[in-house]
């Protein structure tokens, strides 16, 4: 069943993309990154009457955030128009994503499958906007296959497998999908018309443009599953094959800010399908887990919209007001034991599953780590120039951001107010009181950021590592007076 979600993180009017206001990380932009579009779209949206975003778009700008560097390191592959025909970016590209096989014969049962982050877009104007990278640091690069590194990219953070870090993952199956398609990788919709204005000129524009984000992870799981595709080769240095999905024991899907609330659309239903195909059936036979990063912001439902600029310029002046025009444009795959429960529980708030960050803290079944920096610099900076308050305290302040969240992260890691906490285990936790926004990708934040617990400093990796083996600490969430390392 289709329906729309969007995540948390869009404190904003509701032209704005979530992420837009990203800060670049430190340059690694591939040598491809100002490859001419406009050329690449598929033959049936060529033959449309309406041209697509890259045709219609002279203005289109690689992005400045969010950008892979080109290294031997994770394969490309791009997904075959014939066999995939819906798994397509936002201009109708293929999509593509990279892989590596595991290096020992225990890493060649686990898994570690990313979703690449970027925002996203809500409407015509902020689409075009996107693409031509005006008033954002995304463009082209996430909105297109074209400008994808040509034969591989390098693999940091949680994929990173060099000596002397201490990853947990390091000698798994390592898959990181490319983020196209501006729709929090659970869109159904496309090609479609939709009416906008050039992000330059301001001449009255439509194009044609697609959001099939299920469509890409559907397509990508299918290929690591084998099924009616052929083993993918990896000719890179140490070589192999990768190994068929199915027969996998354990699988971790991450991802961090979009690429986060794809993860809270998808856990449930991947971990079901592959459940299902794994010949290994019953308890114990796969460990499936999810680890989300940068998506969980303080709960709209508890702010007051009413001084917020989206209320004032565009009259949307509660939470429910953005989130439905939020999720008006297109259709999309999310949660579905959300949709179940509200129709038999709260049928007059359905309308919350199109919102990740309810799923997430009243849905998610698969045993989920939540990752999330008290003063993310991204959604802490949307929220207070918003104009959103918090009722009885006043605007919102980075102070107010860093309260609400810790809070919300302690009471989520009770779930005593989660709607299906029956169905629900205790997630693992870790947030520092630090800055950087989607930081899994990043080896400085993965491996260089620690809270202090009882005098001891502990990494994210060090919260995975106790909650895969059923230890302690699995809940770290950094208090005044603790220990703190940011990078």
Excluded at 188 to 212: L, R
Excluded at 237 to 248: C, I, Q, R
């Amino acid at each position: 069943m289709s329906h729309r979600m969007i995540s948390a993180c869009a404190f904003l009017v509701a032209a704005t993309a979530c992420g837009d206001l990203e800060s670049a990380p430190p340059s690694n932009e591939p040598d491809d990154a100002r490859v001419a579009l406009g050329g690449a779209a598929p033959a049936q949206a060529q033959a449309l009457a309406v041209p697509t975003i890259a045709q219609a778009l002279n203005c289109g700008a690689p992005s400045t955030a969010g950008l892979l560097t080109r290294a031997m390191e994770l394969q490309r592959v791009d997904l075959d128009p014939a066999l995939f025909p819906l798994a397509r970016c936002n201009d109708g590209t293929p999509a593509t994503f990279y892989f590596r096989p595991g290096s020992t014969a225990a890493g060649r049962e686990r898994w570690v499958i990313q979703l690449q982050g970027g925002g996203g877009c809500r409407s015509g104007d902020s689409c075009a906007a996107r693409w031509c990278s005006t008033d954002s640091n995304f463009g082209t690069t996430h909105m297109s296959s074209a400008q994808a590194p040509t034969d591989g990219i390098r693999a940091d953070g949680i994929l990173d497998n060099s000596a002397g870090l201490a990853n947990p993952m390091a000698t798994w199956n390592h898959v990181f999908i490319r983020y196209c398609t501006s729709d929090t990788w659970s869109g159904a919709t496309g090609p479609m018309t939709v009416a906008s204005h050039h992000p330059i000129t301001g001449a009255a524009v439509s194009f044609q443009i697609e959001f099939n984000g299920r469509a890409v992870l559907d397509a990508v799981v299918k290929m690591l599953r084998r099924d009616g595709t052929a083993a993918l080769n990896y000719r890179f240095v140490g070589g192999g094959t990768l190994p068929d999905l199915d027969t996998a024991k354990t699988v971790i899907l991450a991802g961090a800010s979009a690429g986060g609330g794809g993860v809270a659309n998808s856990a449930d239903y991947l971990g079901d399908l592959l459940r299902s195909k794994n010949p290994c059936q019953g308890a114990g036979c796969l460990e499936y887990r999810a680890i989300i990063d940068s998506t969980f912001g303080p709960d709209g439902l508890t702010l007051d919209w009413s001084t917020s600029d989206a209320c004032l310029q565009h009259g949307l002046c509660t939470w429910k007001d953005l989130v439905t025009d939020g999720t008006a444009m297109f259709d999309r795959h999310g949660d579905q034991s959300c949709e179940t429960w509200h129709a038999a529980n709260d049928p007059q708030n359905l309308w919350q599953c199109d919102e990740t960050d309810h799923v997430i803290r009243h849905h998610i079944t698969t045993p989920m780590l939540l990752r999330m920096g008290l003063v993310d610099q991204l959604i802490s900076g949307n929220s207070i120039d918003s104009g959103v308050s918090v009722p009885g305290r006043g605007p919102m302040t980075l102070a107010l951001f860093t309260e609400l969240v810790r809070a919300q992260l302690a009471l989520h890691g009770s779930l005593t107010v989660a709607e299906e906490r029956s169905a629900m285990t205790l997630p693992a936790l870790y947030g520092p009181n630090c800055p950087k926004h989607e930081t899994i990708s990043a080896n400085s934040s993965v491996y260089g950021v620690t809270i202090g617990v009882g005098g001891v400093r502990k990494t994210m990796f060090d919260i995975f590592t106790a909650w895969r083996a059923a230890g302690a600490p699995t809940q770290v969430v950094q208090a005044p007076g603790d220990l703190i390392d940011c990078n």
